[in-house]
């Protein structure tokens, strides 16, 4: 019955009145719901409390929810094709992207913590996107780096425990239903003392030029050095330290030594 009724009130209320009142009650900006075109954003006052620097071009292509002040976003160029969701409830959060020009599938990043960073080359995203989950509303300086030159088909990225971060170095080549997780999400503690166990400690990090394949999942504490190969639904539990070769298992180890990859060479298929 309320719903009936506010949707009858909103009727007889002009639009721009609406837009005012959805803006002060949420400080919020969504361009799915086509609350604001680009010149209404660059004047509103969450553009004031918030440092946004995002091309009016191909702006309907970007998405912003942003619930509070003191954050910075930079995009240096919106998508062609895909899209962009950007969604900050934290304070003083940065997220710096790259030309996301080539974006064909969604790049969603979800931040609630506060003091973190999450910084993104000139990357390629496929149909399947990139989800990045970057702290959590009790964590804070967390990071998420990846490299120029990185391709995703589909990829899930998360780093919640404070003071850590995942990193992607340049010219990585990611398959699809992959999952880079530098947390357990849920504590596990210790049965007589009672203490914490599972508490990320070290950064993920794969380096330069690496092949992850499909499905593979990546957990916490994991460093993987570059010009590396990780096989099909491999799960990588521990750190490597030898370049060149390839990994696969559950748990992971090394099954080849002394190879590297290109993306692409048309011998293979003659």
């Known amino acids: 019955m309320f719903k009936l009724f506010r949707y009858r009130l909103l009727r007889h209320v002009p639009v721009k009145r609406i837009k005012e009142h959805y803006e002060r009650k949420y400080r919020t900006y969504l361009c799915e719901n086509k609350l604001m075109d680009y010149d209404t954003l660059t004047a509103s006052d969450i553009f004031k409390n918030n440092a ?25 160029k919106n998508p062609r094709v895909g899209r ?52 959590v509303a009790q964590s804070q300086n967390t990071r998420v780096f990846i490299g120029d030159g990185c391709t ?24 699809d239903g992959i999952t880079l997780i530098n947390s357990d999400t849920h504590p596990i503690y210790d049965y007589e003392t009672k203490e914490l166990s599972n508490k990320a400690k070290r950064d993920i990090v794969i380096g330069k030029h690496c092949w992850v394949g ?57």
Do not use: Q
């Not at 999450?118 to 970057?134: Q, S, V």
């Not at 589909?154 to 995942?166: D, L, P, Q, R």
């Open 52 to 76: 946004l620097n995002v091309p009016k071009e191909n702006f309907d292509n970007v998405a912003l929810n942003i619930a509070s002040d003191g954050n910075s976003v930079t995009i240096e």
């Open 84 to 135: 962009i969701s950007i969604e900050i409830k934290g304070k003083n959060n940065k997220i710096r992207l790259g030309d996301m020009s080539e974006i064909v599938g969604t790049l969603d990043i979800h931040i609630c913590g506060n003091d973190s960073e999450t910084d993104i080359g000139n990357i390629w995203i496929g149909k399947g996107g990139l989800t990045i989950y970057n702290a």
């Open 152 to 175: 995703f088909e589909s990829c899930t990225i998360i780093s919640y425990h404070s003071n850590t971060s995942v990193v992607v170095g340049e010219k990585c080549m990611f398959s």
């Open 214 to 270: 499909h499905g593979v999942s990546v957990m916490k504490n994991v460093s993987v050095p570059d010009d590396s190969i990780i096989g099909w639904n491999a799960v990588v539990t521990k750190s490597f330290d030898e370049s060149h070769c390839a990994i696969a298992g559950n748990p992971a180890k090394i099954v080849k030594r002394g190879v590297t990859w290109d993306c692409f060479d048309e011998n293979l298929f003659v």
